[in-house]
C-alpha cells in the first residue's frame, strides 16, 4: 500500500491536465479521462427542475475537485427511476411532453439523462416500451434500457423479445436510425453502475458513483508487459489502483460535503476514439484483435479490474465497443473478429454486444435471438452483460454507416450469418 501511495503522489504531482476533444489519443503516462460522473436521483413532475439542480450541484462539486487533481471530466450525468415509475400515472403524450421538457433541459444544463429501465420484469406493462419507442425516435439525448436476465427471474423472453422489436421500429423512424444508439437490453446488470445506457436504480436517489475511460492506463502497461500475463495483472492492478484510489477520495469528500452517497467506482477501462482498448490488447498479444491470445488479453484485463481495492460498482470487466473504439472499429472492417467472437469474450469479461452495425433488413426474429444469446450467457455464468444493436435503416451489408454522433467510427455493416 505504501507504494501504490508513493505511485499515486508521483502521478498526482508530475502529469497534467490531458487536453482535446473525447476519445482523442493520450500521451504515454497520461491519466485517464473521467468518462462519467453519474447521479442517482428520483423526479417527481412538479419539482423535477429543483431535484436536477440539486444533483448537478453534487456531481459538479466532484468535477471540480478532479479537475483540480488534473483530470479531464468527460461527461456529468443523471439516472433516474425505471421509466414506468417517473411517468406513472401520465397519459402517453402527457409522459412524451414531460420527457421532452427533461431532454431540453438536458441540454440547456449539459448533463446526459438517461431514464432507466422500461421494463425491469417480464410480466411488466408492455406499453412503456412503447412510449419508449416514441422517446428514442424523436427525444436525442435521453437513454434507455430493459432488464432481459436478472437473478430472481432468469431471462426475460418476453421483454428479449419487446426490445429487439422496439430496436427495430427506432432503427426505423429515428434520424440516420441514431436512436438505436441509446438503448441497451441490460442482462445481470446490477444498479447504480455509472455508464450508459444500461446504468439503473430502484431506490430514493441521493447518490453518485463515477466510471473512468483508463484504457490508456491498460495501453502502458500491456506494452510494457507484452505477453507476461502474471506480471501484466500486477502491474495493471497497481496502475488502476492508483487513480481508483483519487476516485475514491474524491468520491468520499464529495459524500460527506453534501450528505449524497457514493457508491463506487467503475474501473472497467473504457475505451473512446484513439484511447483504445483493443490496441491495448493488441500491445499485449503482438497480433491483431480477434486473434490468438484476444482471449487472454481479456483476461488479464478483468482479472486487474477485479482486484482494485476499492468501492467498485457497475461492470468492472471490459468493454468493447465496435463503432467506439478506433482500434476495433478498423478491425471489424477488416474481418479479423466476428459477433460470436464477441460473445466468446464475454465468457471472460464484461461485454456483449456493444454498437454493433446491422443491415437495415435485419428481422426482429434475428435480433431476438442475438438478445437470446446474450442473455443466455449472462445468466449462465452470473456477469453483467449488455446488448446495443444498431441497425441502420435503407443500409446493405457491404455498405458504410453515416452516423453523425462524434463519438462513432463509421464502419462497413456485415451481413449476419
Known amino acids: ?29 497520461a491519466k485517464p479521462r473521467v468518462r462519467a460522473i453519474t447521479a442517482f436521483v428520483r423526479l417527481d413532475r412538479e419539482h423535477y427542475e429543483k431535484q436536477v439542480a440539486d444533483a448537478l450541484a453534487v456531481v459538479r462539486k466532484a468535477k471540480a475537485e478532479f479537475e483540480a487533481a488534473g483530470y479531464e471530466v468527460e461527461t456529468v450525468r443523471m439516472t433516474t427511476q425505471p421509466l414506468a415509475e417517473l411517468v406513472q400515472g401520465m397519459s402517453e403524450d402527457e409522459a412524451l411532453k414531460f420527457l421532452g421538457a427533461f431532454d431540453a433541459l438536458a441540454g440547456k444544463e449539459h448533463f446526459a439523462p438517461n431514464i432507466g429501465p422500461a421494463m425491469m420484469h417480464d410480466s411488466d406493462d408492455m406499453k412503456t416500451m412503447h412510449l419508449l419507442e416514441r422517446v428514442l425516435s424523436t427525444l436525442p439525448r435521453l437513454r434507455a434500457s430493459a432488464i432481459i436476465a436478472d437473478e430472481k427471474e432468469g431471462i426475460h423472453w418476453k421483454t428479449i423479445r419487446r426490445s429487439a422489436e422496439l430496436v427495430k421500429y427506432v432503427s426505423e423512424h429515428s434520424q440516420r436510425s441514431e436512436g438505436t444508439l441509446n438503448f441497451a437490453g441490460a442482462a445481470m446488470v446490477k444498479p447504480m453502475g455509472p455508464f450508459f445506457p444500461a446504468s439503473y436504480h430502484t431506490g430514493a436517489g441521493g447518490q453518485f458513483g463515477i466510471g473512468y475511460e483508463s484504457a490508456n492506463v491498460a495501453q502502458d502497461v500491456l506494452a510494457k508487459d507484452k505477453g507476461n500475463v502474471d506480471l501484466a495483472i500486477k502491474d495493471l492492478t497497481a496502475a488502476l489502483t492508483t487513480h481508483a484510489l483519487v476516485a475514491e477520495r474524491i468520491g468520499n469528500e464529495v459524500a460527506k460535503a453534501t450528505g449524497w452517497s457514493y457508491v463506487g467506482l467503475d474501473a472497467t477501462p473504457a475505451p473512446m476514439g484513439d484511447v483504445s482498448i483493443a490496441a491495448a490488447m493488441e500491445s499485449f498479444t503482438g497480433a491483431k484483435f480477434g486473434s490468438r491470445g484476444t482471449m487472454t488479453a481479456a483476461r488479464v484485463i478483468t482479472t486487474a479490474v477485479k482486484a482494485i481495492p476499492v468501492k467498485q460498482t457497475g461492470y468492472a470487466g471490459l468493454m468493447l465497443p465496435v463503432m467506439e473504439d478506433n482500434v476495433m472499429s478498423e478491425r471489424w472492417d477488416e474481418g479479423t473478429y466476428t459477433v460470436d467472437a464477441l460473445l466468446a469474450y464475454s465468457s471472460v469479461c464484461a461485454t456483449g454486444l456493444d454498437t454493433v452495425p446491422l443491415p437495415g433488413d435485419v428481422t426482429v426474429e434475428q435480433m431476438e435471438w442475438m438478445f437470446r444469446d446474450v442473455a443466455t450467457l449472462a445468466y449462465k455464468w452470473n456477469k453483467p452483460l449488455a446488448v446495443r444493436l444498431d441497425p441502420v435503416a435503407g443500409k446493405k451489408a457491404g455498405e458504410r454507416t453515416e452516423f453523425e454522433d462524434s463519438t462513432l467510427k463509421n464502419v462497413v455493416i456485415r451481413a449476419l450469418p
Open 1 to 29: 500500500m505504501r507504494g501504490v501511495a508513493a505511485l499515486l503522489l508521483v502521478l498526482c504531482l508530475g502529469v497534467g491536465t490531458s487536453a482535446g476533444q473525447p476519445g482523442a489519443k493520450l500521451a504515454p503516462g
